[in-house]
């Protein structure tokens, strides 16, 4: 992790800053490699340390590279201010997005020191993906589809939302991921336009809508992908209106991929699509997000968005056109953004496939 700690560091010395502190896992993990839940970072210019509490020490030997590890006792953020305290520390970066006010006013009281937003700071290093970053998210999207694949055939009338989706994490497990990398959503009939519905008692029955939306972590990094099937027999021609569309729109976006273009205009080529159709109103999340250690990290594609595609950069891509009181599709990739366009790791089919019961 010592190329990603010069990264930083590289980044510290453009925001003006003295140094950059750490309470959050997923930041951890990237920077020092730990895959624990509680841990503490600093990084100077010419010091890296790694504090954690006794239960971690061991794994910490294991797993950081780099860094002085030091245990320590008590609360965390107390014994980190205090290191930053020590170094009399100036203009000391860190993640708002991720600290909770608990964790900065043990900080403010202890350290002495200033503090300084640096929400972009390591977020702008982990948007775009290294060889051995794309490998893992390729490892897991494969372990997912392999789940998905096995499942399908498996579906009878009578199952639940709630079985179907345990069955994937169970299986998720089975085959070495840690587990899904966010809540499994299989939604059946019309609770398919619950664009992030929970699975529950409903039923599935001939003629159902199936929305499933799943994804695994293995070796710390994420996968996602969303297909939307019909159960037995096509539920109506509004069905297969939108999946026709869905998929139109996905298409257009995926067309649309490649370094430079602005995350905004990736969005607007699948929303334009839906809108000229008539289903505007219907399309009401973003277009896509960046997938790797987090389910939900930069770069985020959506009207608002800021920012360019860079290559590197593993996104989704998926609209949806949800009916309410009737169901939704949404179909979603995963890709890694390519010098010249973009790679779609996700290979299962998206055409519209009718399961048999
Ligand atoms: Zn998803
Ligand atoms: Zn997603």
Redesign the pocket.
């Known amino acids: 992790m010592t190329h990603r700690i010069t990264a930083l560091r590289e980044n510290l010395a453009n925001e003006g800053c003295g140094a950059f502190i750490s309470l959050t896992p997923a930041t951890n993990q990237y920077l020092a490699g730990f895959s624990g839940t509680t841990s503490a970072i600093l990084i100077t210019p010419d010091e890296a340390l790694f504090l954690c509490d006794f239960r971690y020490t061991e794994q910490a030997q294991e797993q950081v590279r780099g860094y002085a590890i030091t245990e320590v006792k008590g609360k965390l953020s107390e014994r980190l201010a205090e290191a930053v305290s020590e170094r009399r520390l100036s203009a000391v970066g860190f993640e708002p997005q991720y600290m909770t006010v608990d964790e900065f006013r043990a900080l403010q009281a202890n350290a002495g020191s200033v503090f300084t937003e640096t929400p972009e700071l390591v977020s702008s290093l982990r948007r775009r993906k290294d060889e051995s970053e794309i490998a893992l998210v390729r490892a897991a999207s494969e372990l997912a589809e392999s789940v998905l694949v096995d499942l399908l055939p498996e579906l009878r009338p009578g199952i639940t939302e709630r079985e179907l989706a345990a069955r994937f994490e169970y299986e998720f497990k089975m085959r070495g991921a840690s587990g899904p990398s966010f809540d499994t959503m299989a939604l059946f009939g019309a609770r398919s336009s619950l664009p992030h519905g929970q699975p529950g008692d409903r039923a599935l029955q001939e003629g159902d809508v199936v929305l499933l939306?799943?994804?695994c972590r293995r070796e710390g990094y994420c996968s996602?992908?969303?297909r939307t099937y019909a159960f037995g027999r096509i539920p109506g021609g509004w069905f297969q209106e939108i999946h026709e569309l869905t998929l139109a729109a996905q298409r257009q976006a995926l067309e649309a991929v490649r370094p430079g273009v602005s995350c905004q205009e990736v969005d607007a080529a699948a929303r334009d699509v839906i809108s000229n159709a008539g289903h505007g109103s219907h399309f009401g999340h973003g277009l896509g997000h960046g997938v790797g250690i987090e389910i939900h990290e930069a770069p985020r594609l959506n009207p608002e968005a800021t920012g360019v595609l860079e290559a590197g950069m593993v996104i989704?891509i998926?609209p949806g056109v949800y009916l309410p009181g009737q169901g939704g599709v949404r179909i979603?990739d995963l890709i890694v953004v390519t010098q010249d366009g973009c790679e779609v790791l996700t290979r299962t089919q998206k055409e519209l496939e009718i399961l048999a019961p």
């Open positions: 939306d799943f994804g996602d992908l969303t989704t998926e979603e």
